[in-house]
């Protein structure tokens, strides 16, 4: 991408996904943790190392096809999968959390 100096992309297509987009002089490391909770996958999350300094979880959370477990609650099962990997972190992105969307049994 001739805007941005670097980047880095998780998505179903160019189109559909997350990214995070850095000026030249900044270095990201993509992070590889795991994404699949229970046999299933969690999708559209992208955990980087920024400058070598600290950790940025680049989040943007959906229903990803979860009747009972879907937008936070996708969030909620990459956090407990991944929790001993953090050390120096931000989370930052779309969380897609409003109270319409609370079930009575979680």
Not at 24 to 31: A, E, G, P, S, V
Not at 41 to 64: D, R
């Amino acid at each position: 991408m001739e805007w941005t100096g670097t980047y880095l992309w998780n998505g179903d297509n160019k189109n559909k996904g997350i990214g995070v987009f850095a000026k030249n002089q900044n270095k990201l490391r993509l992070i590889n943790w795991s994404n699949i909770y229970k046999g299933s996958e969690v999708k559209h999350l992208l955990p980087c190392l920024i400058n070598n300094k600290f950790q940025l979880l680049c989040i943007w959370t959906s229903q990803n096809k979860s009747p009972t477990f879907g937008f936070i609650g996708q969030l909620w099962k990459y956090l407990e999968i991944n929790k001993g990997n953090f050390k120096k972190i931000i989370l930052a992105g779309d969380l897609n959390s409003n109270s319409i969307w609370d079930k009575t049994d979680r």
